[in-house]
């Protein structure tokens, strides 16, 4: 398998409305990836596409490939695929802990009901977690007493906790970010820019949906712009991170610097 995502000529509709129009993607395993563009345009209904929570129109030429599969058990997938959602945790996960936070990741669940059974590898991988995302003090803390910074911290954790870093069988230890930093301050941004170097830099790929020119990482060497529901360009950093194709992205005059692998615009 060469491939993570192989999609083909996909039409996805929300209602009675098409928003993406017969897009192509192919990531292939390995690579890191930011997916931008102005709100609206599309990117988080390819996340969701992505991941089957919304299937594509049918047409003879359409193609949905996830991992080299084109059908998936939905509950399979999401242990392959770690998705942290750009709002921040619902009521049931804001009352638990951020080791059970995180332990309810094993089972996609929102919180640890009595009929789910956590195995001690099942909490040794959440402890190793917590490591991995600097939160081990927030171990015995409420999810709804922490700051967003450190919530969104255990979510990332969360959506580690069911996929596999041996991919002896088959499995692919990917995150996929939709507006990671929305809701943070600026040293929380930091820190979590820093946290995702990390994994990156441990093995884990990234692909990230922002429209912040400063969440992407100096590990993410591909951009796919996206504007009202198209794919308007993709390719490398260098190519695309330029003044006249960010202004042509966001309809205004754009003023970029690049600062120790990070880019800002303004």
């Not at 949906?209 to 591909?222: G, M, W, Y």
């Not at 198209?230 to 042509?248: F, M, P, R, S, W």
Request: hydrophobic share 40%.
């Amino acid at each position: 398998m060469d491939s993570i995502v192989d999609l083909e000529h996909v039409h996805v509709a929300r209602g009675n409305k098409v928003v993406l129009h017969n897009l192509s993607l192919r990531i292939d395993r390995g690579e890191h990836l930011a997916i931008l563009g102005p709100n609206g345009c599309g990117k988080s209904t390819l996340l969701k596409t992505i991941t089957c929570e919304l299937y594509p129109v049918v047409r003879p030429e359409t193609r949905v490939r996830i991992m080299g599969r084109e059908r998936w058990d939905l509950t399979e997938l999401k242990r392959r695929m770690g998705v942290v959602a750009a709002e921040l945790p619902g009521r049931q996960t804001l009352s638990i802990t951020g080791l059970d936070a995180i332990l309810t990741g094993f089972f996609s669940s929102s919180t640890l009901w009595p009929n789910l059974s956590v195995t001690n590898s099942m909490r040794e991988r959440a402890e190793d977690i917590l490591v991995q995302v600097n939160a081990e003090n927030l171990r015995g803390t409420p999810v709804g007493e922490m700051s967003a910074g450190q919530q969104r911290r255990i979510m990332i954790g969360r959506a580690m906790a069911g996929t596999s870093s041996n991919d002896s069988d088959g499995s692919v230890q990917m995150l996929l970010l939709d507006e990671p930093s929305n809701a943070l301050d600026l040293a929380a941004q930091q820190d979590l820019r820093e946290m995702l170097r990390r994994l990156a830099q441990r093995g884990t790929a990234i692909l990230l949906i922002t429209h912040h020119i400063a969440d992407i990482l100096p590990e993410i060497d591909r951009i796919v712009m996206m504007n009202a529901g198209h794919i308007v360009a993709d390719g490398t950093k260098e190519n695309l991170l330029t003044a006249q194709q960010l202004g042509a992205l966001f309809g205004r005059e754009i003023t970029l610097i690049q600062r120790d692998g990070y880019w800002n615009a303004w």
